[in-house]
């Protein structure tokens, strides 16, 4: 248990409640002994297929290893460039580079944080091979506007998926919707594993395939011995995919739990401190409660000192990251943002009182 009176994500509580379970299923795996391509994988990429409402589902190594594996699926590389929110995790973009494609960063919404469409589509030039929509915090991007725009230009549009485990949009499950989706199962995400994990899910099986043998050292289909695509290593472990079984089966209600502890927030939280906007057609699954205020530093501090965890997602947007200087612009949303935001303890099992007493101590800062 942590020492922290309301810890940011208390993993070992939510881990503790499926223990046994999981060391039922741990002895499975260690009789077969198969611990790469174990029959837990197929079973567990079957379950999270049908939850996506998406036709196939290949695990993968990590979440940035999915959207590397996707562009590569599709053949995107040198010479492309591909649309990418400057506010998201860097993997995003990483896995645009790894690929040798050139990622061109474009500004977000100023209520969701969320990829402007617009911005998207004026963004959109000669090399321009897709679009990844990345469905921060738990909430899907406009998928609307932006297959709007992806149909318009001719582009793929992939999902990144890895804050959205189960989170919809008009109905629509993340993961169903683009040419492909990337997701990540590490530990903090709504579907963690216990270590690092990733799918790969998508309507279209032929490409789901590929990327399958992609992943698999780029191995032909009629000869294990032969090796038609330059491929890589990238999978998921027997052992994970038993846990992810596991957890997946648990999903639907631990995201109730994040809605339940949000809505508390958006009723308590006092008004200096802002809740990211959800879209009206978002079902949104809260991996993170990010709020914004006016005096950051002065609120950190408050929370540390009062034994409250809290995080920053992500105080340097991407087109300002060192390592991407190249592809800089002006991105005044997200730039503004990246000062402003900050992320509550959100989890699960957040306690209604854990929640009143992070509310509390906000609404005890002088503004
Ligand atoms: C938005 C986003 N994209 C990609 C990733 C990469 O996933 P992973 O850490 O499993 O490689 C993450 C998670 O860390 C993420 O939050």
Same mark, same amino acid.
């Not at 562009?71 to 973009?93: M, Q, R």
């Not at 318009?152 to 008009?170: N, P």
């Not at 000192?305 to 390592?323: E, K, M, N, T």
């Given at each position: ?27 499975? $795996?260690?009789? &077969? ?5 174990? %029959? ?12 996506? +409402? ?16 996707? =562009?590569?699926? =599709? ?8 649309? @990418? ?20 960063? $474009?500004?977000? #919404? %100023? !209520? ?11 963004? $959109? ?34 999902? !990144? ?15 169903? @919707? ?8 590490? %530990?903090?995400?709504? #579907? ?14 032929? =490409? ?8 698999? &050292? ?18 998921? !472990? ?14 639907? +209600? ?32 809260? &991996? =993170? ?22 995080? #920053? ?55």
């Amino acid at each position: 248990m942590s020492l922290r009176q309301v810890p940011f994500l208390d993993l070992a509580s939510v881990t503790s409640a499926i223990r046994g379970e999981l060391e039922l299923a741990f002895a499975e $795996v260690l009789d &077969h002994g198969r611990f790469i391509n174990g %029959p837990e994988v197929a079973r567990f990429e079957a379950e999270f297929a049908g939850y996506c +409402q998406a036709r196939a589902c290949v695990g993968v190594a990590n979440g940035t290893d999915a959207l590397e594996l996707i =562009l590569s699926g =599709l053949g995107i590389g040198p010479g492309d460039e591909v649309i @990418v929110p400057t506010n998201t995790f860097i993997a995003t973009a990483e896995a645009v580079c790894y690929v040798g494609a050139r990622p061109r960063f $474009v500004d977000v #919404l %100023p !209520d969701t944080l969320l990829i402007d469409p617009d911005a998207a589509e004026a963004a $959109v030039g000669p090399n321009t091979a897709a679009i990844i929509g990345v469905h921060l915090f738990g909430q899907m991007v406009d998928i609307d506007r932006i297959q709007e725009v992806a149909r318009k230009q001719g582009l793929a549009f992939i999902e !990144d998926a890895a804050q959205a485990h189960g989170a919809r949009f008009a109905g629509q499950r993340a993961g169903g @919707v683009g040419v492909a989706a990337g997701f990540s199962f590490y %530990p903090g995400k709504n #579907l963690g594993a216990l270590g690092d994990g990733g799918a790969i899910v998508t309507q279209d099986t032929a =490409l789901a395939d590929k990327i399958r043998r992609l992943a698999d &050292h780029g191995r032909s289909a009629e000869s294990r011995f032969n090796h038609d695509l330059r491929g890589r290593n990238s999978r998921l !472990d027997s052992l994970q995919a038993a846990a992810l079984s596991i957890k997946l089966r648990g999903l639907d +209600q631990a995201n109730a739990g994040r809605v339940r502890a949000w809505e508390q927030y958006a009723a308590e939280l006092p008004e200096h401190v802002q809740l990211v906007s959800r879209h009206p057609k978002a079902e949104a699954v809260y &991996h =993170l409660a990010v709020v914004e205020v006016d005096n950051r530093e002065a609120v950190c501090a408050a929370l540390t000192a009062a034994g409250i965890g809290w995080g #920053l997602h992500y105080p340097v947007p991407c087109h300002l990251d060192s390592a991407y200087a190249e592809f800089t612009g002006r991105m005044p949303v997200a730039e503004r943002a990246a000062s402003r935001i900050l992320s509550l303890p959100m989890s699960p099992n957040l306690s209604q009182q854990q929640v009143t007493t992070v509310c509390d101590v906000l609404r005890g800062i002088p503004r």
